[in-house]
């Protein structure tokens, strides 16, 4: 069982930034790692994702403004730049592994006008 926890959510006012981070309990360098963001009423939709190959892919919604990373061993990252009130949801860190999906309990990103 692979746990993970977000951290670095919080409240930004429009045009801040925020720096999400995922530690997962063990390596996940060759992993998919992925973040998701769901808002009130809405269905939890895709933000970014590296694939095992290091490949990024990114909704259009957050092109240019957010960056995903993972360093060599357990940490993945979003990088979240000139933050929108749209942008304002409870992200989720999301890890493929031996075929097997993991998510943890949630940030809460919340942007203010």
């Known amino acids: 069982q692979v746990q993970l926890v977000e951290s670095g959510g919080g409240l930004v006012q429009v045009g801040g930034s925020l720096r999400l981070s995922c530690a997962a309990s063990?390596?996940?360098?060759?992993?998919?790692v992925a973040w998701f963001r769901q808002a009130p009423g809405k269905q939890r939709e895709l933000v970014a994702s590296?694939?095992?190959?290091?490949?990024t892919n990114y909704a259009n919604s957050v092109k240019g403004r957010f960056t995903i990373s993972r360093d060599n061993d357990k940490n993945t990252y979003l990088q979240m730049n000139s933050l929108k009130p749209d942008d304002t949801a409870v992200y989720y860190c999301?890890?493929?592994?031996?075929?097997?999906?993991?998510w943890g309990q949630g940030t809460q990103v919340t942007v203010s006008s």
């Open positions: 999301n890890v493929i592994i031996h075929f097997t999906a993991y």
């Open positions: 063990e390596n996940i360098f060759r992993s998919y």
């Open positions: 590296i694939s095992t190959g290091g490949s």
